[in-house]
């Protein structure tokens, strides 16, 4: 069998998308931010930005998940679709952009300074995560072959290309939650407080795997 790839004009579509909102990401992430925001309370804001962040995390999942189902594996989504879809993955991208961004503006002053750095962190880490996953399937879905090449798989045949985007527990998280927990257990807060914990255990759940290989040389119908 010939090595031409023959993916569906669908997933030329969405690796085209998929490349401009890593370009937009890569673009927006380190652009300093110039106006400052004086926080005081800091348990309040790293409860709520924790909250904010797992909320998108779990948005930006389900939307990989409805692309596999509703893109990748639907043979009737045109491109009006899958701008669809990746607008809604957009979204869910800008909100944490924007968390991050937001992050970084706080003028904190002594503990806080490495607290507000610790939460960057987390922020920049799946932030980084979810970049190398777009760099990875828009090239994967318009340059297969090259993809397959550095992967050392084959150029023919039946080939399975497997995508994974994993979101994993930042360095930072762990130490962010031992400070939080610190911060709460000294000011006898209501017991269920957030401390991190959480997106802790949401994070170890956040795994989606598209597979395209049955479509790389002409195998769909």
């Known amino acids: 069998m010939s090595g031409d790839t023959l ?49 998108t995390l779990c948005g ?4 990989v998940n409805n692309m596999m189902d509703g893109i990748v594996s639907n043979e009737a989504a045109d491109a009006a679709a899958v701008h669809r879809f990746v607008g809604r993955f957009d979204a869910f991208l800008e909100q944490m952009i924007i968390g991050y961004q937001n992050v970084q503006s706080w003028e ?43 992967r050392g798989l084959p150029t023919e045949g039946h080939v399975e ?29 209501p017991a269920g407080e957030t401390t991190g914990r959480g997106l802790l255990e949401t994070l170890g759940l956040l795994a989606v795997c598209w597979g395209i290989g049955k479509m790389l040389f002409g195998g769909e119908d």
């Open 108 to 150: 904190v002053y002594g503990e806080d300074v490495l607290v507000r750095d610790l939460l960057a962190g987390v922020y920049r880490h799946s932030l980084d995560e979810t970049q190398e996953w777009l760099q990875e399937t828009s090239e994967a879905l318009t340059s297969p072959m090259t993809v397959l090449k550095r």
């Open 161 to 189: 290309l497997r995508l994974m985007l994993t979101l994993t527990e930042a360095p930072e998280l762990e130490a962010l939650s031992f400070w939080a927990e610190r911060q709460i257990s000294r000011r006898e807060v």
């Open 60 to 63: 930006l999942v389900a939307c």
């Open 7 to 55: 993916l569906p004009r669908r997933l030329l579509v969405l690796g085209e998308a998929l490349s401009a909102s890593e370009k937009e990401l890569s673009t927006r992430v380190d652009v300093p931010v110039d106006e400052k925001i004086f926080v005081s309370d800091m348990l309040s804001r790293i409860q709520s930005a924790l909250g904010a962040l797992e909320a």
